[in-house]
Structure formats: structure tokens, C-alpha cells
């Protein structure tokens, strides 16, 4: 499959993660703290996949150089499936990100 490795998908859902948690208890603290769990749940999960999904498409680690990347050069960055899942993972993390500020916001 060219470029495209499950080790490098999962290790960028794995950053994409401690990104998105940290970004989120730096900014809003009180996030996770909500008694919704269903709401701090949808925020989770839409950060790891949005996160991931992002990481994925950009196949770049900031302060590494482009003789350190996990994919060579010389191979295709991103394939046709790939693509598809990177772009699938951001569009479910967004719904759920859309999901948890809507049921936020709702009343009652």
C-alpha cells in the first residue's frame, strides 16, 4: 500500500490525542469535569479522531526535518485509502465535537 502504515495511522491518533486533551484542559479546564459523561465522551473521542485525522493528512511531526520522517520522501505520502480514512476520521471527530456542543448548549 505504498506510504500508508497502521503503525504510523495509530501513532498519529496517538498524538493527535494528547494534542487535542492537553489543547482542551489548557483552554477550557472544566471540559472534562462536565457532569454529562456523554458530552466529555463525544469531546474525547472527537478530538483523538479529528486529531488523528488531521496528523494523518499532514505526515509531519513539528521540529523534525524532512530526513527524520517516519515516511521516507521517496514513497507516496498519502494513498487513495489513506486519504479516505484520514478524511472519514476528521468528518466523524467534527460530528462528535458538533454532538457535544450541541448537547451543551440545548436546553433542559
Given at each position: 500500500m505504498g506510504?500508508f502504515s497502521?503503525a ?16 482542551a484542559?489548557?483552554k477550557?479546564?472544566?471540559v472534562?469535569?462536565n457532569?454529562d459523561r456523554?458530552?466529555v465522551?463525544s469531546?474525547l473521542f ?5 486529531g488523528?485525522?488531521?496528523?494523518g493528512?499532514?505526515?509531519s ?7 527524520t520522517?517516519?515516511i521516507?520522501?521517496d ?6 485509502a489513506?486519504l479516505?480514512v484520514?478524511?472519514c476520521?476528521m468528518a466523524?471527530g467534527?460530528?462528535?465535537?458538533g454532538f457535544?456542543?450541541?448537547?451543551h448548549?440545548?436546553p433542559?
Open positions: 506510504g497502521w504510523v495511522v495509530i501513532m498519529y491518533y496517538i498524538l493527535g490525542a494528547g494534542t487535542g486533551v492537553f489543547l484542559l489548557w477550557c479546564p472544566y472534562f469535569a457532569p456523554l458530552i465522551y469531546v472527537g478530538l483523538i479522531t479529528l488523528g485525522g488531521l496528523g493528512l499532514v505526515q511531526i513539528p521540529g523534525t526535518t524532512p530526513d520522517y517516519l521516507p520522501p514513497e507516496p505520502v498519502n494513498t487513495r489513506s479516505l484520514m478524511s476520521s466523524i467534527a460530528a462528535l465535537l457535544a456542543l450541541y448537547r448548549l440545548a433542559g
